[in-house]
């Protein structure tokens, strides 16, 4: 044993790191399976989009777009049956319903169906019939299509439609005519019969007149002839019915190779396309696909982004392009990721003024406020703008907020993982372009504003923390079910630890500013400005016990007791029993212990936090007030001590945990990384920590509580050196053998 | 049809006799004798087809199909059937085939609640299969690696599996070693599969096939004999390498090769009795379009049970087993498996003491 008080304010500053660090260390909480993740970087959310998911799903599931199809095909459905009956009814009624619902009609989930009514008319069987002899093959080609589905000779299946398949060709009127056409062909197809698809086409759909339902069977008769090695007339029917993706499995291209001026296969590709149907969807879902790549992975391959830039001017300029809005869009992209603003300026100019679908302009628009956030500053004008394009936004985000809470979306929103356009366009727009420069420029409040409009707006329009999933989500399977957990009950009643409202980007961005700045902030949320400043409180999280009690733990990380105590009295004693300090079992330890551990729990946890700022607050005015030098050395003490364990083994009154680290799968305090180590509010601390004991114990008159101090500090050796006669020095040498030898040799 | 049915008894009295014969030997060769069949293509060879006749295989558990659970788009996981056989050679004359379908533990669990459903389509996909292959079965086999976690929906499975079945149909279902200490599933029968007995992915396991060490604890407490299920053995003639790559101080796992001689590269050092380390880098079919070698510091296993250690563990579990009647059943047809083990080797696994 060697303890001494004789250490210099370094030593025991690496004292004071040691005691506090192991506890901070050890109590570490052990760590998820697939986690912790490092959020992203809000700078690399992807916001370029020149096509649906849906679309884009369409294209890599079946390299078909359906959409066209679909509405020429109601439409020409309306054509033979009755203006009267909307497109939509029709769609419901060819694409959605299943083969049982047409058996039931009238009844079933096609009651009150305009064109399920005209269906169930006697003088219109025939329509009726096909309908159900359609249903019927598309649903047992379905089940063929079933992975559990193995084929055998005479299979029920099989022999289903070998009778289906009679019935088509049995049909001899000249209503549906193209229609069962179409259904022989999907039934050739089936059966892998293409000879006779081939002769279908040949002999009876040729000359038919031409419409979509001619045109998809000539797309069917492409594979045929495809498949049959006739590469020219397959080439040709792909054409006629714009079926983009055989003509690209097909690579009908190569035979244009020669003549392209462009070297980039993914270029000659966009070249053919362009030059056979220059406004195809595929062109957008491509350009999406590049241009993504290029924001996202930094894709490096500048020749390619180079002739792709060239090519879109192409587009831009050539007549039979209606998408100019949405080529100039891509080339403004392009170079804003180049950081060429000048240029990216330009076209995006030309993108607002030039023809897009409606989906594009918003793509645009999206883009706009990407671009001026990148010149956000604190000007009034800047503030006017802002706030006219969030007011969009926001409309946009609350239109689409049906979010697919199946995907738990919610975890993609904490992580920054690209997940929602318009939540997306939200962060980037906000979180990494306006809120540091509106910071910069000197109003933090309002980067605090907007960081929790991007963080939370997304909560309040789609109130969903969780889902749980039992067995599949289908509505017909009594077994399963999703349950839902809302983000209300998450914070309210959620057993376990709020992940989210302590590592969103908003709490981190608080959390990094000083108590001032919050306590701002606070003020701006009851008693906003502007009316930018109320648009953003109200679709923000501020609950005052969340902001209370943040802006209370930044004043006691900076040593302002008096407001840390006037913060944390607005704290409800509900809230302080639902942080994750209450969950993890805190509140318990006594600050004031030198040696605080499970031993002394304190008796009653109530405002634990507030009654510790209330106390500290207490000492620093006696340490200021009172002229007696014990009472004041013992002040100094109980308040050093206070102070140490803050920043120690009870740091949770002056930080919050977070997950973090991945490489170390550790919890961190939310204010440093590493640690208090690293922590400059610590080793602030720890400096006015060791000038007031220094200061206490030079302090003390009284002998015996000078040595008091020393025992709680551990210091035996300095009670045997300096305050041998004290009760204190024999306690010491009653309970240690070796300082009992010590005093005596001594003597 | 007379002279059938007399060349027929003749035939059984023959038999018979000669049973007689090698049962007052000791051990016996007993016909009927079993096989796993374990590949994607149902085709056999010559020495295939000899070896059935020559050992009186006339039952052989063909895996028809796994089932797992894959991502489907716009489904999500999904349970399904995968690596389905193909039927490209006719069913040996007179060899009885058990339709085996492997079931991966992701499968089991994500069947729970549903398993009726896919009881139906299993059974109703091994039938088809059978219909177009011209397979009559009377026996199905299940083989998953259940655990407490995956017990209660495999054993819901299996009921649900014979309640589809014919009456005069049986269920079985493999039993692994781990599985001993449990209740048995609500099969007909069980298969115990003495093999796969050691840790796979660790570079210290001396043979992951097979070891007697390791299966040893597992027939502690007469535990064969008092299991409530009738079973039959079956035991390993199969061999494989295992690399591992270098990982810091450790061997990691990296992957498994049908090759086991490497009795000709230079490149590699004999370490061990089964151990081989590469010094350099090997390819072992230079001009493949897949890289097929090791590079410098990679370690080589060889794992192929030896037929007297085999014995030994038979003798274990033929003593447990006494007097309860079983067959024992090797894993798996395969020629260029089964011809590390002389017939002599193969009798004596297959004989029933």
Partial sequence: MNHSSNTTPTMKSIKYILAISLPLFIGTRPVVACGPYEPEDPAGIRVFRSCTPELERQWHEGCRFQDYEKYENCLLWQKITSPSIPPADIERVVYDARLKDITNLPHGKLAGNKFAEWLTQPAHREDLEYLLTAKEIEEIREYMNDPWYYAYDGDEEHLRLDSLLNQCKEYRGNRHASRYALQLARLYFAMKDFESCRDLWENKVNSMPQNIVTDMIASYAGGAYSRGGYRDKAIELFNRSQDIGSLVNLKAWDDTLSNSQYVDHRVKELEYIFSRFPNSPLLSVKLQEYVRSRERFHDTDNAFYNELKCFANRAIASTNCHQKGMWNYALAYLYYLDNNFSKASSYLTQAERSDATPFIKESIKAFRLLFDAHYANNTQEYKNKLFSELRWLDECMARDAELDAANNWQYDNKMNYSFYFWQDVARRVLLSEACPRIGKAGNPVLALQLANYASNRILQLSPVYEAYHYGHDDPEDRESYTSYISITEFRNNWSERNYFDYSSEFFKLINSLSADVAARYAWHISSPTTELEKFLNERSYVDNDYICDIVGTLYMREMNYKKASEWLSKVSQSYQQRTNIAKGGYFKLDPFRYQADKKHFIADSHDYKLHFAQEMFRLESMIQSDAEPNRKADAKIRFATGLRNSFGICWYLTDYEYLLGYEDRVWYPSSCREGFTQNEYAQRAYRRVDVLTDEALSEYTNQELAAKVQLDMMNFKTIMEKYPSTQIAAYVRSRCDGYHDYSLQKR | ?353
């Avoid at chain 2, 061999?239 to 090759?259: C, I, N, Q």
């Fill in chain 2, 1 to 353: 049809m007379k002279n059938s049915i007399v060349s027929t008894l003749l035939f059984s009295i023959v038999a018979s006799l000669l049973w007689c014969g090698c049962s007052s030997g000791g051990s016996s060769v007993p016909e009927n004798n079993s096989m796993y069949y374990w590949r994607t293509t149902f085709s056999l060879n010559e020495a295939e087809r000899n070896f059935l006749k020559d050992h009186s295989v006339g039952k052989i558990y063909v895996r028809f199909f796994d089932v797992d659970s894959h991502w489907q788009s716009g489904k999500g996981d999904e349970v399904t059937p995968d690596g389905t056989i193909k039927f490209v050679d006719s069913i040996p004359e007179g060899v009885e085939i058990v339709p085996t379908v492997y079931i991966t533990t992701t499968a089991m669990a994500q069947m729970q609640l549903k398993e009726n459903l896919y009881a139906e389509k299993i059974y109703k996909r091994i039938n088809a299969m059978c219909r177009q292959n011209g397979i009559t079965f009377s026996e199905i086999q299940l083989d998953c690696d259940w655990t407490k976690g995956t017990r209660k929906p495999f054993f819901t499975l299996c009921e649900e599996m014979k309640s589809c079945m014919d009456s005069k149909q049986s269920l079985s279902s493999t039993i692994r070693l781990h599985q001993l200490t449990q209740t048995p599933p609500p099969v007909d029968k069980g298969v115990l599969m003495v093999y796969n007995t050691g840790n796979l992915m660790e570079m210290t396991t001396d043979n992951s096939i097979f070891s007697r060490q390791d299966i040893e604890p597992y027939l502690r407490d007469n535990r064969l004999a008092n299991y409530k299920l009738p079973l039959d053995v079956a035991y390993p003639t199969y061999g494989w390498s295992v690399v591992y790559h270098p990982a810091g101080e450790k061997y990691t796992f990296d992957r498994l090769m049908r090759r086991t001689d490497f009795s000709n590269y230079t490149g590699l050092r004999q370490i061990n009795k089964n151990t081989y380390e590469a010094t350099e880098r090997v390819d072992f079919s230079p001009g493949s379009e897949w890289w097929d070698g090791v590079y410098q510091g990679y370690r080589i296993r060889i794992e192929r049970p030896g037929a007297s250690e085999i014995l030994e563990v038979k003798a274990m579990i033929d003593q447990q087993l006494k007097n309860k009647t079983h067959t024992n059943i090797l894993y798996h047809l395969d020629e260029s498996q089964f011809k590390h083990y002389s017939d002599n080797e193969i009798d004596k696994i297959y004989s029933r003491d």
